[in-house]
DNA sequence: GTCAGACCGGTGTCTCGTGT
DNA sequence: ACACGAGACACCGGTCTGAC
């Protein structure tokens, strides 16, 4: 079912908002925290805060990128589609990650494609500004060569969870990681902070769908996690990690 | 309020790979 | 050759949403 979500072909922003770095939630843990009063200024005279509606498409694999994109708020997911239309989502962005900064860098075209999977605001910052900052603030770029560093070890990790666990470990994996990411709500401090719907979650996990149901059903009976519409609730987090073969 | 179409979650059945 | 498990295809029924 990868292939009928609802993304909108063309990047239609539905409105633009004014918003100033500092004062934004994510600022501080983001990898602008080292920015100076200046290099602030500088970013949000060149900057659009744009407003996205679910599964709206930030970018699109194959274009040119524009500019540094700053999730101020909202979720969005960074997926490949293969030969057969299917998606594989290769990473998920919260509040206060960037997107697109890679390609930038490298001076490559997008290698896959954002969207939105809640109404989610999205900052665009120029690459000239980013580029002019980078290279006179250290510790920004420091940030983002551990950024980098970052990432190419989870990709390293997935390409061997991919090749070497079944997709009950992967699928176990995937609900610890999501746990990680993006809490608990703090009502019961089980249940993950983030919503997807199975057709997401089967293509973080890379499977069919209908796989990663029965896998879910099978946590369910083994009282692992409970289901509540689209939201799981962890009741077990070590026996999670056991399934997962992740020794803690 | 009704209806059609899209979306979503779930199930039955089949194929394929692997171990014995 | 056979059994078994993992995973995919096809399909069904419920829910949601937008147009009228």
């Known amino acids: 079912?990868?292939?009928?979500?609802?993304?909108?072909?063309?990047?239609?922003v539905i409105k633009q908002i004014k918003c100033a770095c500092e004062q934004c939630d994510a600022f501080e843990h983001s990898v602008f925290r080292s920015l100076t009063a200046d290099e602030s200024r500088l970013f949000e005279d060149s900057k659009i805060c744009n407003l996205y509606k679910k599964?709206?498409?930030?970018?699109?694999?194959?274009?040119?990128?524009?500019?540094l994109y700053c999730v101020k708020d909202g979720n969005v997911k960074v997926f490949k589609t293969g030969v057969d239309g299917r998606e594989?989502?290769?990473?998920?962005?919260?509040k206060g990650d960037v997107l697109g900064y890679?390609?930038?860098?490298?001076?490559?075209?997008?290698?896959?494609?954002?969207?939105a999977i809640v109404d989610s605001q999205i900052c665009l910052?120029?690459?000239?500004?980013?580029?002019?900052?980078?290279?006179?603030n250290n510790e920004m770029l420091w940030s983002f060569l551990h950024l980098l560093a970052n990432e190419l070890r989870n990709a390293e990790n997935f390409i061997a969870d991919l090749a070497q666990k079944t997709?009950?470990?992967?699928?176990?994996?995937?609900?610890?990681?999501?746990?990680?990411?993006?809490?608990?709500?703090p009502s019961d401090n089980q249940t993950?902070?983030?919503?997807?719907?199975?057709?997401?979650?089967?293509?973080?996990?890379?499977?069919?769908?209908?796989?990663?149901?029965?896998?879910?059903?099978?946590?369910?009976?083994?009282?692992?996690?409970?289901?509540k519409g689209r939201k799981i609730k962890i009741l077990n987090t070590k026996k999670l990690f056991h399934i997962a073969n992740i020794n803690l």
């Open 1 to 12: 079912m990868g292939t009928n979500n609802i993304i909108s072909r063309e990047p239609m």
């Open 55 to 67: 599964g709206q498409v930030i970018f699109h694999e194959g274009n040119r990128p524009q500019g």
């Open 88 to 94: 594989q989502i290769v990473r998920m962005a919260k």
């Open 102 to 115: 890679r390609t930038l860098i490298g001076e490559e075209a997008y290698t896959a494609t954002a969207a």
């Open 125 to 136: 910052i120029e690459k000239q500004v980013f580029f002019d900052i980078l290279r006179t």
């Open 167 to 185: 997709v009950r470990e992967r699928l176990a994996e995937v609900l610890l990681l999501l746990k990680n990411k993006y809490g608990c709500q």
């Open 192 to 227: 993950i902070n983030v919503v997807l719907t199975r057709d997401e979650l089967a293509s973080i996990v890379g499977t069919a769908t209908e796989t990663l149901i029965r896998h879910l059903s099978d946590f369910k009976d083994e009282q692992v996690i409970e289901v």
